[in-house]
């Protein structure tokens, strides 16, 4: 996988305070814009194009469609509610054949849906593989690719119950994925409210740096990311209501969640960035599958859970639905955007949703 993106403008960054003597994140995130079928979107004004086109309702059994990472459902008779989650993964534009091996990448297809599974606090049960094979994807490669996928399956308790095959032009796959939550609990990305604390898990930017430099813990980081599916379930356990994963960037995940909620942020202290990372990939970076979540001041977040670090980065305040502050400076969305036009350098992938 190569996801490309622009750099951003350069930042001053006092790593004694945590501060920014100076911060644009210029980028392409929401400002980017692109043409199809004559309109000028980008991703994520596309994406709310389309959920205003989505009949409303759906039934008493559908509790949340479209704008989180898993819609709820709620058969009747069931003793918990559902998630559904479904993700693309292109050749070209979420991994490179040449660069990331056919197991790495049958790993990361099922990586995407399961750390959706964990940010709604959930257990994964079943998915679904839709595969279209290129033309450099022979029998081994397919063999390589389902061994990733299955091993992460087998260690996640997740059934492989079926899919479909088919040829293409170039290597992508569609990945469903179904979990369970407790009727009632699953977390979510419009339940964030004000004077709750802002916290991420693990570090960010790993990935990013990665794919920058294709060696070290960083590479493995990008090329075998893990879900948070246990801290998601510890999560909502302790109370946790509002969280989602971290899949296109700080920047942009944090003003989603944000916007979905109906409130504003304001980041205020120092991000935990991966050793080695710069500040850019770990605002932008993306792809670092850690939960970004918040919690009343009631909830005791420890620091550490089983060995993985949990951040207060910020809070949330009442403003503008969607805006996002960082050390006083208006934070742009700068994280990856499917329709930006340009590709960025250095990177090439992203989730949108």
């Known amino acids: 996988m190569n996801r490309r993106r622009s750099p951003g403008d350069s930042t001053s960054w006092d790593g004694g305070t945590g501060k920014t003597k100076q911060w644009r994140a210029r980028g392409r995130g929401w400002g980017s814009l692109t043409t199809i079928g004559g309109l000028r979107v980008n991703e994520l004004e596309l994406l709310e194009r389309i959920r205003e086109w989505l009949p409303a309702g759906g039934g008493a059994r559908l509790i949340r469609g479209a704008g989180d990472d898993c819609a709820i459902l709620r058969p009747a008779g069931a003793a918990e509610d559902w998630l559904a989650t479904t993700d693309l993964f292109l050749e070209g534009v979420h991994f490179e054949a040449d660069s990331c091996p056919a197991f790495d990448a049958g790993r990361r297809a099922l990586c995407r849906g399961l750390s959706d599974i964990a940010a709604m606090g959930g257990r994964p049960r079943f998915c679904l593989i839709s595969l279209s ?49 407790p009727k009632g609990g699953a977390m979510r990305r419009d339940r964030a409210r004000p004077g709750q604390a802002i916290y991420v898990s693990g570090e960010l930017g790993g990935s990013a740096l990665g794919l920058q430099t294709r060696r070290g813990a960083a590479w493995k980081r990008h090329l075998r990311p893990e879900p948070r599916l246990e801290l998601g379930r510890y999560l909502r356990r302790l109370g946790v209501k509002a969280a989602m994963d971290l899949s296109d960037g700080l920047s942009t995940d944090l003003h989603r969640l944000a916007k979905e909620s109906g409130v504003a942020a304001v980041v205020d202290r120092p991000l935990p960035v991966f050793h080695g990372a710069g500040l850019e990939q770990a605002l932008h970076g993306g792809e670092d599958y850690e939960l970004l979540f918040t919690a009343p001041p009631r909830l005791k977040i420890p620091s550490r859970h089983r060995g993985v670090p949990l951040t207060r980065i910020g809070t949330i305040v009442r403003g503008e639905p969607g805006a996002v502050e960082f050390f006083g400076s208006p934070l742009e969305a700068g994280g990856w955007d499917h329709f930006a036009g340009e590709r960025r350098r250095g990177s090439l992938r992203s989730r949108g949703g």
């Not at 690719?145 to 796959?173: N, S």
Request: aromatic residues 6%; charged residues 20%.
């Open 133 to 181: 094979l290129g033309a450099g994807a022979g029998p081994g490669w397919v063999k390589r690719f389902y061994a990733g996928l299955l091993e992460l399956a087998r260690r996640t308790g997740t059934a492989v119950i079926g899919g479909d095959l088919a040829k293409g032009p170039e290597t992508g796959c569609d990945v469903v994925v179904l979990g369970t939550v």
